[in-house]
C-alpha cells in the first residue's frame, strides 16, 4: 500500500483483477445480459467498459516503465546523494547477529558514526554496492 495516498500499487498483486473485471462487466456482461434480456445494449456502458480497460492498461503500461527504470537511476542519485571519502570513511558492511539483517553503509573513521546506505537482501546487493561505490571487498561488523 503506498503510504501517502493509501491506495494500492497499479501493479500490486489482485489490485489489476479489480481494473479488469469492473471494465469487462461495465463494457461487455451488463450491456449483453440487457441485449439477451430483448433491449438494446446501451452504447455508453459499452464506451464505458472500453474506457476503464484502456485507462488501466495505458497506467499499468507507465508504472512499469517507471518500475524499469528505478534501480540505474537510483545508484546513480545516490551515489551523488551520499559521497563517499576513503580517507575519512571506511565501506562496511553492518550485520546483525539477532536477525542477520545486513546493513552496507560507511563508518566514520573518526567517531565511528555510521551512515546507512542500503539494505542487503541478497548477494546481489552486496555486488551491486561494491559496483556502485568501486569497493573491493567490504568489511563486516557485528
Known amino acids: 500500500m503506498s503510504k501517502k495516498s493509501g491506495l494500492r500499487k497499479i501493479?500490486?498483486?489482485?489490485?489489476?483483477?479489480?481494473?479488469?473485471?469492473?471494465?469487462?462487466l461495465t463494457g461487455i456482461v451488463i450491456p449483453g445480459i440487457i441485449w439477451l434480456a430483448g433491449g438494446e445494449a446501451p452504447l455508453?456502458?459499452?464506451?464505458a467498459g472500453a474506457v476503464i480497460l484502456l485507462a488501466f492498461f495505458?497506467?499499468?503500461r507507465i508504472r512499469?516503465?517507471?518500475?524499469?527504470?528505478?534501480?540505474?537511476?537510483?545508484?546513480?542519485?545516490?551515489?551523488?546523494?551520499?559521497?563517499?571519502?576513503?580517507?575519512k570513511q571506511e565501506?562496511?558492511?553492518?550485520?546483525?547477529?539477532?536477525?542477520g539483517e545486513q546493513v552496507a553503509g560507511f563508518r566514520d573513521r573518526t567517531d565511528g558514526h555510521f551512515t546507512e546506505v542500503m539494505l542487503l537482501k541478497?548477494?546481489?546487493?552486496?555486488?551491486?554496492?561494491?559496483?556502485?561505490?568501486?569497493?573491493?571487498s567490504v568489511r563486516k561488523i557485528y
Open 11 to 24: 501493479t500490486s498483486a489482485g489490485f489489476g483483477g479489480v481494473w479488469i473485471v469492473a471494465g469487462l
Open 44 to 47: 455508453w456502458m459499452m464506451i
Open 58 to 60: 495505458i497506467l499499468l
Open 64 to 87: 512499469m516503465r517507471q518500475e524499469n527504470r528505478k534501480a540505474p537511476g537510483y545508484d546513480e542519485r545516490l551515489k551523488e546523494v551520499l559521497p563517499f571519502d576513503p580517507e
Open 91 to 99: 565501506a562496511v558492511i553492518r550485520c546483525s547477529v539477532c536477525t
Open 122 to 136: 541478497t548477494p546481489e546487493d552486496e555486488e551491486r554496492f561494491r559496483k556502485m561505490f568501486g569497493l573491493g
